[in-house]
Each structure stands twice: as structure tokens, then as C-alpha cells.
């Protein structure tokens, strides 16, 4: 199976869109110990990038993340399971 990656010009909004969504998602989860922060190709300005905002939430400890499920299903994201991800939650939205 082949997919295209679409490369798109440096967005001067991608800054912006991560802040809206790190807001939401500090609001939902309400919890002031974990750092959120914008990663990959969007994270670097000036670079051509796949128009998704990727955000990398860090946490002392991954057990907090079981109650995460509902709460960011309020604001459209979704658990997905990656057994191989031992230490690491995946959570998407948009797709």
C-alpha cells in the first residue's frame, strides 16, 4: 500500500493552533504538573511540513493518563491502543 505525503509551505498560523489546543487540552485535564509541548516538522518555522500540529504532553507518571480518555474525547480526541508503546499514551484527533 503506498500514501502520499503532502508536503505544504511554513503556516504562520501553526504557532497559534498549537497554543488553542494546548488551552484545551490544559483545560480538560486540569492538571498543572505535565508539559505540553509542539513537536515535529509544524514546531520549526520556516519548514515545509505535513499540515499536522503534533503535541507531546509530559508526565511523571503514565497511570494518570487512564482517566485521560473521556475527558479528551470532549474535545474530539481519541485513545489509540499501540501495544508497542510501552512507555508512551497515543492520543489523535482529525482523522
Not at 71 to 90: C, G, M, Q, S, W
Request: with cysteine; glycine share 6%; net charge negative.
Amino acid at each position: 500500500m503506498s500514501t502520499t505525503v503532502t508536503l505544504t509551505d511554513y503556516n504562520d498560523e501553526w504557532p497559534t493552533m498549537f497554543q488553542v489546543e494546548k488551552a484545551k487540552i490544559m483545560y480538560v485535564l486540569d492538571d498543572g504538573t505535565m508539559q505540553i509541548e509542539h513537536i515535529g516538522s509544524t514546531s520549526i518555522e520556516g519548514m515545509k511540513a505535513k499540515s499536522i500540529i503534533d503535541i507531546l504532553i509530559g508526565v511523571e507518571d503514565l497511570s494518570c493518563t487512564k482517566q485521560w480518555t473521556e475527558r479528551l474525547a470532549t474535545i474530539d480526541y481519541e485513545y489509540v491502543h499501540k501495544p508497542e508503546l510501552v512507555n508512551r499514551r497515543f492520543f489523535r484527533k482529525g482523522l
